[in-house]
């Protein structure tokens, strides 16, 4: 695994590489996110555990964030996953 202190920062970069933009998010959510490393990500996860698959919470348990972004992408309805996120703060 690499080193997970820029976690949420790695996350935030994949989504936005797969044309996620995060201009309507709050500033804080964001900052919080793109400061997080991987344990301080998790507890972001946990907050919004109640309405994620999951699967979601399995992955950002093991996966590296780009792979994170790219399944969340590919097999979640990446809509609803990332609001239940931001929803969370």
Do not use: C, N
């Amino acid at each position: 695994m690499a080193d997970d202190k820029d976690f949420g920062a790695r996350f935030l970069a994949e989504l936005r590489k797969l044309g996620v933009t995060p201009g309507h998010w709050k500033y804080e959510t964001v900052m919080a996110i793109e400061r997080a490393d991987r344990e301080q990500f998790m507890e972001l996860f946990k907050r919004a555990a109640g309405g994620l698959p999951d699967e979601v919470v399995r992955l950002a348990e093991s996966e590296e964030p780009a792979e994170l972004a790219r399944r969340i992408m590919a097999t979640q309805r990446p809509d609803s996953v990332l609001s239940m996120i931001l929803l969370s703060f």
